[in-house]
Antibody
Framework: QVQVQESGPGLVKPSETLSLTCSVS?????????WGWIRQPPGKGLEWIGS???????YSNPSLKSRVTISVDTSKNNFSLKLSSVTAADTAVYYC????????????WGQGTLVTVSS | QSALTQPPSASGSPGQSVTISCTGT?????????VSWYQHHPGKAPKLMIY???KRPSGVPDRFSGSKSGNTASLTVSGLQAEDEADYYC???????????FGGGTKLTVL
């Protein structure tokens, strides 16, 4: 059973960098899928942030691309998100997920972690 | 980049059918057969219910079905059950630059 779980600080100061890690269990990250980050601001819909392949190849939302870094650690079977220069608008529940087909369709999701940007 | 348009709410009684729409453009829903639907019970992990317009992942009841016509996709839930009460989100592949758009979500209430 594939399981993914987000972890990281729940509070980040404005202008600093948000860092989250997604731990994958029950499945090898090397098995050939893309792995993604999605977020949901309070009261709003979902927004795709970006995705990464086990080789390190990445795709990012054009609106966030300049601030997003996604990396993978195959030895630890996890992948990570860094979002720089955060503002209150980046306050959201952040989800990590496995892609089913490589077309940004996500079949296994974590429960999400709330990250609040505030001083 | 605009989100796909979903009605904020939908409802039906147990045993009835309800259809949720998802309207995009000729650059996303109308262009690709890569529409997905997710069920989300607040506080839990979202669950993939439909992908590629009308395919169901293993374990999803056949009460859930998807379709598409032009720029609008639809999710139909037949034989409504209490546990179907949740938020539902659609998504569509939108090309190699935007990649994917999500809908704003529809809260389904089982009366």
């Amino acid at each position: 059973q594939v399981q993914v779980q987000e972890s990281g600080p729940g509070l980040v100061k404005p202008s600093e960098t948000l860092s989250l890690t997604c731990s994958v269990s029950g499945y090898s990250i090397n098995s050939g899928n893309y792995w993604g980050w999605i977020r949901q601001p309070p009261g709003k819909g979902l927004e795709w942030i970006g995705s990464i392949y086990h080789s390190g190849s990445t795709y990012s939302n054009p609106s966030l691309k300049s601030r997003v870094t996604i990396s993978v650690d195959t030895s630890k079977n996890n992948f990570s998100l860094k979002l720089s220069s955060v503002t209150a608008a980046d306050t959201a529940v952040y989800y990590c997920a496995r892609e089913l087909t490589g077309d940004r369709v996500f079949d296994y999701w974590g429960q999400g972690t709330l990250v609040t940007v505030s001083s | 980049q605009s989100a796909l348009t979903q009605p904020p709410s939908a409802s039906g009684s147990p045993g009835q059918s309800v259809t949720i729409s998802c309207t995009g453009t000729s650059s996303d829903v109308g262009c690709y057969n890569y529409v997905s639907w997710y069920q989300h019970h607040p506080g839990k992990a979202p669950k993939l219910m439909i992908y590629e317009v009308n395919k169901r992942p293993s374990g999803v009841p056949d009460r859930f079905s998807g379709s598409k016509s032009g720029n609008t996709a639809s999710l139909t839930v037949s034989g409504l059950q209490a546990e179907d009460e949740a938020d539902y989100y659609c998504s569509s592949y939108a090309g190699s630059n935007i990649h994917v758009r999500f809908g704003g979500g529809t809260k389904l209430t089982v009366l």
